[in-house]
């Protein structure tokens, strides 16, 4: 299936780019004509898929965070969060519930919080060389919606 | 500040503002254990009230605050928690560790 929309920003992983990602998925997904919820469900997975990039992907350096976000027809919002660090040697272990590297400060639930407020989840990761996590998520289309 | 303090009778009260990612939990993390270390409280209270956006940073927040209060012997009250925050901690099971009012 084609997408009937697409965008696409890089950004530094630093951390003030994670409220500034969160926008723009919510900005990309208002026409889907999203409840509240819905939109807060975009901006909480998205803010953790940001997140694992700034926190684990680029662990002493700064590197580049791509968010891509597509449109289908059946109403299906795709966001993509890419990165080109240091990968995840364990994909299984780092989506259990608790399981993190980061230390105290992180509580091991981001992929969790994705899976819980996503349909799908996709994580495919290479040692070296990134990580690229898909998320999918259907908006129901309301009565009386501008289709 | 995204958290704001105050102390009486051993109580202390910790209001948070804004979005707590991660970008801002370093800051939390600190100040909150900073206020607790100062003034070893038998109850702490944590209004979210003003929180207008949460990930799991602010369960880390939370799951610090309650491991705090049980070494000191003491409770956590979760205050206020707004509907995108309550959704992000129950995903986490946070509810079945402490009262989220």
Do not use: W
Request: hydrophobic residues 40%; aromatic residues 4%.
């Amino acid at each position: 299936m084609k997408p009937i929309n697409e965008a696409m920003v890089s950004f530094l992983s630093r951390s003030a780019n994670e409220g500034f990602a969160r926008t723009a998925a919510a900005s990309f997904a208002a026409q889907l004509d999203p409840t509240l919820d819905e939109v807060n469900d975009i901006r909480t997975a998205v803010s953790e898929a940001v997140t694992n990039c700034i926190v684990h992907a680029y662990p002493d350096s700064l590197g580049l965070v791509t968010l891509r976000l597509r449109l289908y027809g059946d109403n299906t919002l795709e966001i993509q969060v890419k990165d080109k660090g240091v990968g995840i040697p364990d994909v299984e272990q780092a989506r259990q519930p608790m399981y993190t590297t980061g230390g105290a400060d992180r509580s091991g639930m981001g992929f969790t919080i994705m899976e819980s407020f996503m349909d799908k989840l996709r994580v495919r990761s290479t040692p070296g060389r990134g990580t690229v996590v898909t998320m999918r998520r259907r908006i129901a289309r309301r009565a009386g919606a501008a289709g | 500040m995204a958290i704001t303090c105050r102390t009486e009778d051993r109580s202390l009260y910790a209001a948070i503002e804004g979005e707590l990612d991660h970008h801002r939990a370093r800051e939390i993390l600190a100040e909150l254990d900073r206020q607790l270390d100062l003034e070893l409280p038998r109850r702490l209270t944590l209004d979210l009230g003003g929180v207008s956006f949460m990930d799991s940073s602010g369960i880390a927040v939370l799951l610090r605050a309650y491991h705090r209060m049980n070494g000191l012997g003491g409770r956590l009250r979760v205050i206020h928690v707004p509907q995108q925050a309550d959704r992000v901690l129950r995903a986490a099971g946070l509810d079945r560790l402490m009262e989220l009012e």
